[in-house]
């Protein structure tokens, strides 16, 4: 059954420095989703593209955080400038017009 | 606003018994999509089952199945015979049918199943 991937599983950095996570959804998929969640707490709406561009986000989703589909494959969610409260984990997901979403396995972010 | 609730922060069950997981949720759509995820501690997401709003059957996986009531806008999931690998947190979520592409999650109930 395919698959949503995302790499690193755990990425650690630095307060004030870029990171970006990344994610290759499954092919058919037209709708990317970026959700977060800090340990313990509820899953939150980050960000949803379709078409090219973002097509729905959160408050959450500053402009310190971007999006972008570079080569029609992977999906990356960048964060430029990180700060403590950005240490949750992050997960990726894709859907079609009407299926549920399909999670990636997530990205640990712990930023020091 | 779209909300989705989830009364119960926690709760436990015997193994092999039969335990309720509520929901319930706010929306002014007429047709919309509902989902359980389960989250075990390895922190992925897992689908559980999923309701179209326009199908009045009850939607059934296995030992998972859901009470959809969709005029008290309540979507319960129940879990029979209870195994030790179903401990998990458990998200329902809502999709509208219509408007936009977002999931709506709720807060999550931790499920504890007891040996």
């Known amino acids: 059954e395919p698959e949503v991937t995302q790499t690193p599983s755990h990425q650690v950095t630095q307060m004030g420095q870029e990171v970006i996570l990344r994610c290759v959804p499954i092919?058919?998929?037209?709708?990317f989703y970026w959700y977060r969640q800090i340990l313990g707490q509820k899953v939150e709406f980050l960000v949803s593209f379709y078409n090219n561009e973002i097509s729905e986000k959160s408050e959450i989703f500053d402009d310190q955080f971007s999006v972008e589909r570079p080569d029609g494959s992977n999906f990356t969610l960048k964060i430029r400038s990180t700060k403590l409260e950005d240490s949750a984990m992050y997960f990726c997901?894709?859907?079609?017009?009407?299926?549920?979403?399909?999670f990636g396995n997530g990205t640990r972010l712990t930023v020091t | 606003a779209q909300t989705v609730t989830q009364s119960q922060p926690e709760m436990s069950v015997q193994e092999a018994e039969t335990v309720t997981l509520s929901c319930t949720y706010d929306t002014s759509e007429s047709d919309y999509y509902l989902f359980w995820y389960k989250q075990p501690p390895s922190r992925q997401m897992i689908l559980v089952i999923r309701q179209e709003a326009y199908k009045q059957q009850n939607a059934t996986e296995n030992r998972f199945s859901v009470n959809f009531q969709k005029a008290a806008k309540s979507f319960s999931l129940k879990i029979s015979d209870s195994q030790l690998g179903d401990a998990a947190m458990y998200f329902c979520a809502y999709r509208p049918r219509s408007t936009g592409n977002q999931f709506y999650f709720g807060t999550g109930t931790s499920l504890t199943v007891i040996p």
């Open positions: 092919s058919n998929h037209l709708y």
């Open positions: 997901a894709s859907s079609t017009r009407n299926s549920p979403l399909h």
